[in-house]
């Protein structure tokens, strides 16, 4: 180009010059840890916290690219503050001694469908918080063995384990057991399935294998269903900023994870998977799909 | 018994509020305008903007800090990890878990310089079947490309860590982003989408962010009388590149946020710089 050169300014230069210390090859090691009895290697301090070897693809698209075009799309101008909310009065009164322990309800109905938005600012754009995974193994109600083949496939799908890394909130890959007995079903108490969580760049990490692995090589699937242009969204779930979707048994030997080695588990297992988003108030489900249909999940209107 | 409703009166009031608005409808409006010229003085001259934007094609590099805690914490998680279940992944003495073999040790003494642990064995024939199985893998791409050694301002392969922006240069040899007046009848978001076309090109395919414009820009100096407003947008390069058409647009760029401040006025930088990403 003949016109013009680019001036790059200084402020980047500098930047990349100043550092803490250079990075040399790192230290030999002279002594190697002592090992438990397990063979495992105890480190030389107690409260050791493992925290990011690397940056996350998926999140860096995130910050660079997806924060700002959602916060451009989801922007709702309002003109003015908004009023004060309606005051709901109590059905009894609270002072009259034959009601006062009991249970009040507001009149006017119930307002969960009906919470607004919080107002649009820079701070509060839709993001990932959370994805939870989770399968019912029938045979666990015979046998609760059967549950080894699904806690394996989900630690391998996860890379999540309890306390991993020392960080205590990691919970790892969790047993679900039945909250009440249901006759020739169920057993209160008795383990039924299993779940996982995951946060942070293991989170992405999970859904970049989703939705680059996993859906595209599924066959029949052409999208999350959408429900009705014209269904009801002021419910619990229109309002919450959780998009859900089940994957079949099929879907498991997709993940690589377990692809190189299917035979190595007895049986495939189908999930679900439940994306958890910051969104709340009316809208926050299309905020939430406009999320992830940014992420490259697929939608489709029935 | 029951408490007195206080929202009564407030939905009362609101409601004859509603109704005296609707009054209002009623009662004669004043005139639109009384002379046209005195209209069409005050009458801005609207126009759209568009920054197209191409997103960064590879995560960014880590900066030193970050390369030296990465490096630290990689050596804790290698040191500290459970052993790795070899004969549940690999069949033993598949080409596979020999090649998987070769990269662990590497990885290891870079880690440590030396194995800190017994380490499975391969063979010769293993080792000859990893060496094929890494050929079929390919080369890598590099994060800096052709265009970046040329020095080629209006490739998309630039600069692949960074957010680039359209610039493009006007018969006058001024810069700016490309723009259109509005058209009667029509909607700001479709000036913005025709502020590209006529100018670049039609094999472009793009995605306009949204129908909401991002920023305004107010020149200080009025046009001919007239204040002018100009109202930016946001849009995705997908696919294509930019053609101009040699008469309103006579070249083009692709450039980054502060390479983009040497090109333009200063009173436009000032004006726009917050709507672009400093990514």
Redesign the interface.
């Known amino acids: 180009?003949s016109?013009?050169t680019?001036?790059?300014?200084t402020?980047?230069k500098a930047?990349?010059r100043g550092?803490?210390?250079p990075?040399r090859?790192?230290?030999?090691?002279r002594k190697?840890?002592k090992r438990d009895e397990r063979?495992?290697?105890i480190?030389h301090i107690k409260h050791?916290v493992?925290?990011?070897?690397?940056?996350s693809?998926l999140q860096?698209?995130y910050?660079?690219?997806l924060q700002?075009?959602l916060m451009?799309?989801t922007?709702v101008?309002e003109s003015s503050p908004r009023p004060p909310p309606?005051?709901t009065?109590?059905a009894y009164?609270p002072e009259?001694p034959y009601t006062k322990n009991r249970h009040n309800p507001p009149v006017g109905g119930s307002q969960i469908g009906k919470k607004l938005p919080p107002p649009s600012t820079a701070h509060n754009v839709v993001q990932l918080e959370r994805i939870q995974i989770h399968t019912m193994v029938k045979e666990a109600i015979n046998s609760k063995s059967n549950l080894l083949g699904a806690i394996a496939a989900f630690r391998a799908i996860s890379g999540e384990?309890h306390q991993a890394?020392g960080v205590h909130t990691s919970e790892g890959v969790q047993i679900v057991r039945a909250v009440k007995t249901v006759g020739g079903w169920s057993r209160a108490g008795g383990p039924l399935g299993v779940k996982v969580d995951l946060k942070g760049p293991k989170m992405y990490d999970f859904l970049t294998t989703l939705v680059e692995f996993v859906l595209p090589r599924l066959r029949e699937f052409n999208g999350v269903q959408l429900p009705g242009s014209s269904s009801n969204m002021q419910t619990p779930a229109g309002v919450s900023g959780v998009v859900s979707f089940g994957l079949p048994p099929e879907a498991m030997g997709l993940f690589p994870q377990i692809e190189?080695?299917l035979d190595?588990y007895p049986k495939s297992y189908g999930m679900h998977v439940h994306l958890i988003t910051n969104a709340e108030g009316q809208g926050a489900q299309n905020r939430a799909r406009a999320l992830l249909s940014g992420f490259g999940v697929p939608f489709l209107r029935k | 018994m029951l408490p007195r409703r206080p929202a009564l009166q407030a939905v009362r009031s609101l409601a004859t509020e509603v109704g005296a608005a609707n009054n209002t409808l009623h009662a004669p409006t004043p005139p639109l305008s009384t002379t046209k010229s005195a209209v069409t003085r005050s009458k801005p001259l609207l126009e759209a903007a568009v920054i197209v934007n191409r997103s960064p094609t590879i995560t960014r590099s880590p900066s030193r800090f970050e390369k030296t805690f990465f490096q630290y914490q990689s050596r804790i998680a290698r040191a500290l990890h459970n052993p790795f279940p070899y004969e549940f992944y690999f069949k033993q003495g598949s080409p596979l878990e020999a090649q998987f073999n070769i990269e662990e040790r590497s990885r290891e003494r870079q880690a440590f310089g030396r194995l800190t642990r017994t380490m499975w064995d391969t063979t010769e024939a293993n080792l000859e079947a990893a060496k094929l199985a890494k050929e079929e893998v390919g080369k890598r791409a590099t994060r800096f490309t052709e265009a970046d050694k040329r020095k080629d301002l209006r490739s998309l392969d630039r600069r692949g860590e960074r957010n680039l922006y359209l610039v493009t240069k006007s018969e006058d040899s001024s810069w700016s982003f490309p723009r259109a007046a509005i058209r009667k009848g029509e909607f700001l978001h479709q000036t913005a989408e025709r502020a590209l076309y006529p100018h670049c090109g039609v094999n472009v395919d793009t995605w306009l962010v949204g129908r909401k414009p991002i920023g305004l820009y107010k020149p200080a100096e009025p046009t001919e009388g007239h204040e002018r407003l100009v109202f930016f947008y946001k849009m995705h390069i997908l696919a294509g590149q930019v053609e101009p058409n040699g008469s309103s647009a006579v070249d083009f760029a692709w450039l980054t946020k502060e390479e983009i401040k040497g090109y333009v006025e200063r009173e436009y930088w000032r004006g726009v710089k917050d709507m672009l990403s400093d990514s």
Not at chain 1, 25 to 29: K, S, V
Not at chain 1, 50 to 55: A, F, I, M, N
């Open positions: 180009m016109a013009a680019p001036k790059i300014t402020a980047v930047a990349s550092s803490l210390r990075i090859r790192a230290p030999e090691m190697l840890l063979g495992l290697p480190p050791l493992l925290r990011d070897t690397h940056h693809r860096d698209f910050y660079n690219t700002d075009d451009y799309m922007y101008h309606r005051a009065r109590l009164d009259d384990n890394g190189v080695n190595s």
